[in-house]
């Protein structure tokens, strides 16, 4: 006798589907509004490590650390073998204090042989003084002579041509005195050439001569001074930026190095009429496709609360034209 199989019962059908999805989709909705309310709770919260958003300015330019006129390059006026070298890297010089001299030798020979040769044109016109007095005195005797009756005619125009011959002498040798007295002042110019000295107050930056050389004008320059004059930003202001820009205008300097710790005031000068390209500009295809305009900027600390004496020629910076609490001026309409 067999068994018989006894099969599973089906499952029980829900009678209700849509209440068992409409409770599934009830359970999710909470689900995403409890996530939403802490997402909004966690930015609402203040967070002490976030920097605050930059301030709108007018403009933003790069720009670089410069000063009117740039740093003076100095060569030997003359060629020759250089003697001596009184600086460097690092002094501060003062005008007129001796940066290097050439050997002097060969300049003060021409000196010494223009001052004998002014000596001797000095001696030849005193000697013509004496031999023209000495005539004018023998011809006056003889004219009187003459027209006294006690000597010939002859005698005396013989003696007043002497007289004047020796004038003509003097003529000529004055002349000759003065040629040497130019050659004296030639001579002492061309021994100061050999001298190099400091045409203003300032700092030697570079030196690049060692006694011994063999140096000439052409040879390029030997020393490079920084002048002690006040620094200026030299800023590459954008195309879109130019009319906006006006001089008198307020801006912030600060390093382009990213910190923004370091601040200075300073104001606009002049804007360039010249557009160029922006040599400024990290980026290669910006470099070469941006037109910019030079403008210049003072700063606004002088005196012993100079802070801009730190810092360096051709120090790269960011200029910000304007402040969120000053707004900028517009250029006018027309």
């Not at 501060?92 to 001299?101: D, E, F, I």
């Not at 002690?228 to 307020?250: C, D, T, W, Y």
Request: net charge neutral; with cysteine; hydrophobic share 40%.
């Amino acid at each position: 006798m067999k068994l018989p199989i006894i099969k599973p019962p089906a499952p029980f059908p829900s009678r209700h589907p849509q209440a068992l999805l409409l409770i599934r989709l009830g359970c999710l909705a909470m689900a995403m509004t409890f996530l939403l309310s802490a997402c909004s709770r966690s930015a609402d919260a203040p967070d002490k490590g976030t920097a605050k958003p930059p301030a709108a300015y007018a403009a933003v330019a790069r720009g670089k650390i410069d000063i009117e006129g740039g740093l003076l390059n100095l060569s030997m006026p003359r060629e020759g073998t250089l003697a001596t070298v009184a600086v460097h890297e690092g002094d501060h010089v003062k005008q007129g204090q001796l940066l290097a001299t050439l050997d002097t030798e060969p300049a003060t020979l021409a000196v010494e042989a223009a001052q004998t040769q002014l000596e001797q044109a000095q001696a030849q016109l005193k000697l013509l003084a004496v031999k023209q007095t000495a005539a004018k005195e023998r011809a006056r005797r003889l004219v009187a002579a003459a027209a006294a009756g006690a000597g010939d005619g002859q005698s005396a125009d013989d003696a007043r041509e002497i007289a004047a011959q020796l004038d003509a002498e003097q003529q000529g040798d004055q002349a000759a005195r003065d040629m040497a007295s130019q050659k004296l002042d030639e001579a002492r110019y061309e021994l100061k050439q050999r001298s190099l000295h400091a045409p203003f107050d300032g700092e030697v930056v570079h030196v690049l001569a060692q006694p011994g050389a063999s140096v000439s004008p052409s040879s390029g320059p030997l020393f490079t001074l920084l002048p002690q004059k006040p620094r200026i930003v030299r800023a590459e202001l954008n195309e879109s930026f130019v009319g906006v820009i006006q001089p008198g205008m307020h801006a912030e300097v600060v390093a382009d190095s990213g910190g923004d710790n370091t601040r200075w005031s300073a104001h606009v000068l002049r804007v360039g009429q010249v557009y160029g390209p922006a040599t400024l500009e990290n980026d290669p295809q910006i470099r070469a496709n941006a037109r910019t305009v030079e403008c210049v900027l003072a700063f606004d600390q002088t005196g012993s609360d100079d802070r801009t004496r730190d810092l360096r020629i051709g120090q790269r910076v960011i200029v910000r034209f304007g402040t969120a609490s000053t707004p900028a001026q517009t250029a006018p309409k027309d």
